[in-house]
């Protein structure tokens, strides 16, 4: 295998369902407000509190982490954090490796975690759900995990290109 491609987005169950209860809460305390007798929220202020709840309780599901492997590299692009891939040339790795790790424990959660608050040795994390990475040792002495949903897959590309790693 030559090129490795991925896309992943926030899709688990428990994180709509989380969201759903959570977006339920505000509007209903509006919509309660808005019902008396001496409200004084109008209409328009009622419509537009209600979507930007919605929309700012959506904004996660705008999330996405984007891996791509070649002979160039390995690229990710978490949006929208990142507006176009990034590329670390396999000249800049020393180490590539794909390993189970505890999200929760090492990086604090999902999303784009380490790095300043958590963990700060660990390095930094990419992910989106799941508890597979790519681990990436670079020649800067930092270290970044990139989470993936396609293990097999990323091992078999990973060691088309060993023989970069020096």
Not at 20 to 25: A, D, M
Not at 31 to 36: G, I, P, R
Not at 131 to 152: A, F, M, R, S, Y
Request: net charge positive.
């Amino acid at each position: 295998m030559k090129v490795f491609k991925e896309e992943q987005r926030f899709t688990q169950t428990w994180l709509i369902l989380l969201m759903s209860v959570s977006l339920i809460v505000p509007i209903t305390l509006i919509l309660q407000d808005y019902n008396k007798a001496n409200s004084s929220i109008s209409t328009n202020e009622l419509i537009l509190s209600i979507l930007a709840i919605i929309s700012s309780g959506l904004l996660i599901f705008l999330f996405k982490l984007k891996t791509r492997i070649d002979e160039k590299g390995i690229y990710y692009q978490f949006f929208p954090f990142h507006l176009k891939l990034k590329l670390i040339k396999w000249t800049e790795i020393n180490k590539a490796y794909v390993r189970t790790y505890d999200p929760i424990g090492e990086y604090g959660g999902w999303g784009f975690k380490g790095g300043s608050f958590w963990n700060k040795e660990k390095g930094k994390c990419i992910n989106v759900s799941g508890d597979i990475g790519i681990q990436l040792e670079l020649k800067d002495g930092k270290n970044l995990l990139i989470g993936t949903q396609h293990k097999e897959s990323a091992i078999q590309v990973l060691k088309t290109y060993e023989i970069n790693l020096k």
